[in-house]
């Protein structure tokens, strides 16, 4: 079946610096992919869609300028998190739908210090 | 927009007895996909079982089946022989696929605990 890989699983970073992840599919393409985050004990929000050559659309209240996406290829995804403060640790998690099955990354803990 | 609802937080049963979670719907579109997943602790996303609204019939995987009341707009899940590796999260999700949207929507969730 079709696999979506996330790198890293867990990053530790101090305040004030940045963090990519990365979201591949591993045998398919994704002309789009889904960033969610996940709050301990919630479900998952919906942060952005991720479109291959195009801007990414945001969810009302996610700021564009601080989790940066770029999806520069057909089976890569990168969510940037800029200036990183401690609010912004949680887990991210990114998607992919082909054939209308949703398949999930294994997720990146982040944890601002 | 579409909605999700899943009124069971927690729930447990006893091992190898069978549980139902529920999941309730709102949508005024006629064809999209309804989905449970389940979360370990590990936070893995596992795909459990996939029921497309055109079908009829209810879908089922080994011990897990669902219960798709389309007029209704329920779609509960029962899990027999619960095993102890079912203990987690899991998820109700809806997804739209018409005009080119493939956005999932989630309901908040139901925490099962397998009991030995």
């Known amino acids: 079946g079709a696999v979506v890989s996330q790198h890293p699983s867990r990053v530790i970073c101090k305040s004030g610096t940045s963090v990519k992840i990365e979201c591949r599919s591993l045998?398919?393409?994704?002309?789009?992919m889904f960033w969610y985050r996940q709050f301990p004990k919630q479900s998952l929000m919906l942060m952005a869609t991720?479109?291959?050559?195009?801007?990414?659309?945001?969810e009302q209240g996610v700021e564009k300028d601080k989790f940066l996406i770029n999806h520069a290829s057909l089976t890569l995804s990168t969510l940037t998190v800029t200036s990183a403060h401690p609010e912004d640790s949680s887990f991210y998690i990114c998607?992919?739908?082909?054939?209308?099955?949703?398949?999930f990354g294994q997720g990146t803990r982040l944890t601002v210090v | 927009a579409q909605t999700v609802t899943q009124s069971q937080p927690e729930m447990s049963v006893q091992e190898a007895e069978t549980v139902t979670l529920s999941c309730t719907y709102d949508?005024?579109?006629?064809?999209?996909?309804l989905f449970w997943y389940k979360q370990p602790p590990s936070r893995q996303m596992i795909l459990v079982i996939r029921?497309?609204?055109?079908?009829?019939q209810n879908a089922t995987e080994n011990r897990f089946s669902v219960n798709f009341q389309k007029a209704a707009k329920s779609f509960s899940l029962k899990i027999s022989d619960s095993q102890l590796g079912d203990t987690a999260m899991y998820f109700c999700?809806?997804?739209?696929?018409?005009?080119?949207?493939?956005?999932?929507?989630f309901g908040k969730g139901t925490k099962l605990s397998v009991i030995p």
């Open positions: 998607s992919a739908l082909p054939i209308m099955r949703a398949f």
């Open positions: 045998d398919f393409q994704a002309t789009t």
């Open positions: 991720s479109n291959e050559g195009s801007k990414a659309t945001y």
């Open positions: 949508t005024s579109e006629n064809n999209y996909y």
């Open positions: 029921q497309e609204a055109y079908k009829q």
């Open positions: 999700a809806f997804v739209y696929s018409g005009a080119g949207s493939y956005q999932l929507t």
